[in-house]
């Protein structure tokens, strides 16, 4: 079959790699018909994430039920399904707590979250399977890890994003405290940001102010109903309260992620952003940080930063109470609800897809996704399409 392939930093390749096979009762192999760039496949595709060459990469996948294992019970072939990134047991004490993104049973070591593919984050290797941005997919535990969808071909580009982004931007939402009638401050105007914005409309904010430097991203904020914050009129926090009668936002949203560029591309600011968030979020209220932390850097990450390490400033985030929650998504909590609002018109998601791509032209699109090419803002690619 052909496949998105690592080769080396800054390098993909489409090409010829063994069909998956059902390797145990439980698992499936699902057809695909369309997966996702995502903005963490970014830290593969620059070697930031010691991911082995030859890897099949690609962690937002939608596609058919080709063959199902002798031990599957929900899934038939011919089902339309979506794999959240995450691959979970559904047995462990946390995928019992409701916590699959951080199952124990598939990334025993301590770590949370084992993408299809390999890990962004780094240490997290071997992947469970390959991934998905190829013709094929094996998806094991496939009664848990497959969200059946409607059949047909309707809303594709809306449920694939179900797969990663689109319940990301809901977690950040709720690991910041964000309730009906709250304000809330996301820093970062990509898919996750957008999808962060849109869940907080969604779910009755009052004002959603996006803070990006990039007008393109902040006239597709102004386009749902978002307040656009641009860095370049001046500091982000001050704006933003002035904008509040001088109080801040109940809550906060960081879908940057660690490591930050400088203005001037030359090195990274590692805890620009939180420190940003501290700063515009009002007392008592409430921070919520689901992008990655990348525990391997390229030349150029200040000394201080460290593998993972964040120089925030702590004693204004203790002085003002706030309360940070992180983690990544844990998508099958949230992924029934959100596809149900997609089934029902009720949620477009796909707003943020601005290309949809035959699979042999991945390589050129990583290319203009890494150097944020004007226009290259959410890319689905259709390993079936010419």
Same mark, same amino acid.
Do not use: W
């Given at each position: 079959?052909?496949?998105?392939?690592?080769?080396?930093?800054?390098?993909? $390749?489409?090409?010829?790699?063994?069909?998956?096979?059902?390797?145990?009762?439980?698992?499936?192999?699902?057809?695909?018909?369309?997966? =996702?760039? =995502?903005?963490?496949?970014?830290?593969?595709?620059?070697?930031?994430?010691?991911?082995?060459?030859?890897?099949?990469?690609?962690?937002?996948? &939608?596609?058919?039920?080709?063959? +199902?294992?002798?031990?599957?019970?929900?899934?038939?072939?011919?089902?339309?399904?979506?794999?959240?990134?995450?691959?979970?047991?559904?047995?462990?004490?946390?995928?019992?707590?409701?916590?699959?993104?951080?199952?124990?049973?598939?990334?025993?070591?301590?770590?949370?979250?084992?993408?299809?593919?390999?890990?962004?984050? !780094?240490?997290?290797?071997?992947? /469970?399977?390959?991934?998905?941005?190829?013709?094929?997919?094996?998806?094991?535990?496939?009664? #848990?890890?497959?969200?059946?969808? /409607?059949?047909?071909?309707?809303?594709?580009?809306?449920?694939? &994003?179900?797969?990663?982004?689109?319940?990301?931007?809901?977690?950040?939402c709720r690991l910041a405290g964000l309730s009906p009638g709250g304000t809330v401050a996301v820093y970062g105007a990509g898919p996750v940001g957008?999808?962060?914005?849109?869940?907080?409309?969604?779910?009755?904010?009052?004002?959603?102010?996006?803070?990006?430097?990039? /007008?393109?991203?902040?006239?597709? $904020?102004?386009?749902?109903?978002?307040?656009? #914050?641009?860095?370049?009129?001046?500091?982000?926090?001050?704006?933003?309260?002035?904008?509040?009668?001088?109080?801040g936002t109940d809550t906060g949203v960081d879908a940057v992620g660690f490591p930050v560029p400088t203005e001037t591309g030359d090195g990274e600011?590692?805890?620009?952003? &939180?420190?940003?968030?501290?700063?515009?979020?009002?007392?008592?209220? !409430?921070?919520?940080?689901?992008?990655? =932390?990348?525990?391997?850097?390229?030349?150029?990450?200040?000394?201080?930063?460290?593998?993972?390490?964040?120089?925030?400033?702590?004693?204004?985030?203790?002085?003002k109470g706030l309360r940070l929650g992180t983690g990544r998504a844990d998508a099958r909590r949230y992924d029934r609800q959100l596809r149900d609002?997609?089934?029902? !018109?009720?949620?477009?998601?796909?707003?943020? +897809?601005?290309?949809?791509?035959?699979?042999?032209?991945?390589?050129?699109?990583?290319?203009? #996704?890494?150097?944020?090419?004007?226009?290259?803002?959410?890319?689905?690619?259709?390993?079936?399409?010419?």
């Amino acid at each position: 079959m052909r496949a998105v392939v690592y080769r080396r930093p800054f390098e993909v $390749a489409v090409e010829e790699v063994p069909d998956p096979r059902i390797e145990q009762p439980n698992d499936v192999i699902v057809r695909v018909t369309s997966t =996702c760039i =995502c903005g963490t496949d970014l830290y593969l595709y620059e070697g930031r994430a010691g991911v082995e060459p030859g890897t099949v990469v690609g962690h937002e996948n &939608l596609g058919v039920v080709e063959e +199902v294992g002798a031990g599957v019970t929900a899934l038939e072939q011919g089902d339309r399904v979506v794999m959240p990134f995450t691959v979970a047991c559904g047995f462990c004490r946390n995928c019992r707590a409701g916590s699959s993104g951080s199952c124990l049973t598939v990334t025993p070591a301590g770590r949370a979250g084992s993408p299809y593919g390999g890990s962004p984050y !780094g240490g997290v290797t071997p992947a /469970p399977c390959a991934g998905g941005q190829a013709e094929y997919l094996r998806v094991p535990y496939a009664d #848990v890890n497959c969200l059946p969808l /409607p059949a047909g071909t309707d809303h594709e580009s809306d449920y694939v &994003l179900l797969s990663d982004v689109f319940p990301t931007g809901y977690h950040g939402c709720r690991l910041a405290g964000l309730s009906p009638g709250g304000t809330v401050a996301v820093y970062g105007a990509g898919p996750v940001g957008l999808m962060a914005a849109y869940c907080a409309l969604l779910c009755g904010a009052s004002g959603v102010f996006v803070v990006d430097g990039r /007008p393109e991203r902040l006239a597709m $904020a102004r386009d749902i109903g978002a307040v656009a #914050v641009d860095p370049s009129a001046g500091d982000p926090a001050q704006q933003i309260r002035d904008l509040t009668g001088g109080e801040g936002t109940d809550t906060g949203v960081d879908a940057v992620g660690f490591p930050v560029p400088t203005e001037t591309g030359d090195g990274e600011e590692p805890a620009a952003v &939180l420190d940003q968030l501290v700063r515009t979020v009002r007392p008592t209220g !409430g921070l919520g940080v689901p992008g990655p =932390c990348v525990r391997r850097g390229p030349d150029g990450v200040v000394p201080d930063a460290g593998p993972g390490t964040l120089l925030v400033t702590i004693g204004t985030l203790v002085d003002k109470g706030l309360r940070l929650g992180t983690g990544r998504a844990d998508a099958r909590r949230y992924d029934r609800q959100l596809r149900d609002l997609i089934t029902e !018109g009720r949620a477009r998601p796909s707003f943020v +897809v601005s290309h949809e791509l035959p699979l042999d032209e991945a390589p050129n699109a990583y290319q203009m #996704v890494d150097q944020r090419v004007d226009g290259f803002t959410k890319v689905v690619l259709r390993p079936d399409a010419a």
